[in-house]
Nanobody, 117 residues
């Protein structure tokens, strides 16, 4: 059984920063390095969407509305993926999840990000 555990969310003021972490465990342990991973988010009343991706080789991609503000990274030795979020906006409020880039694993519980003054 593969488990993804996200953490690092919270309440932050507009313009603030957060660093999200995703820890993979279980049977993925031996195969994590081959996966292209991604961070997704689901805002209230909206569908879950992919906002940042990182290939197994470290190449990154972002949707336009987070480019220049979010940075995805990974540490294969720790079976972890990270999302550094800067210059946060109220519209970034969502539950954030990690998964493979094709959402092929069971979803974790996510981590709530709220941006409000």
């Amino acid at each position: 059984q593969v488990q993804l555990v996200e953490s690092g969310g919270g309440l932050v003021q507009p313009g603030g920063s957060l660093r999200l972490s995703c820890q993979a465990s279980g049977r993925i342990f031996s195969f994590f390095t081959i996966y292209n991973m991604g961070w997704y988010r689901q805002a209230p009343g909206k569908q879950r969407e992919l906002v940042a991706g990182i290939t197994n080789g470290g190449g990154t991609s972002y949707v336009d509305f987070v480019k220049g503000r979010f940075t995805i990274s990974r540490d294969n030795a720790k079976r972890s993926v990270y999302l550094q979020m800067n210059s946060l906006k109220p519209e970034d409020k969502a539950v954030y999840y990690c998964n493979t880039d094709n959402a092929g694993l069971n979803w974790g519980q996510g981590t709530q990000v709220t941006v409000s003054s």
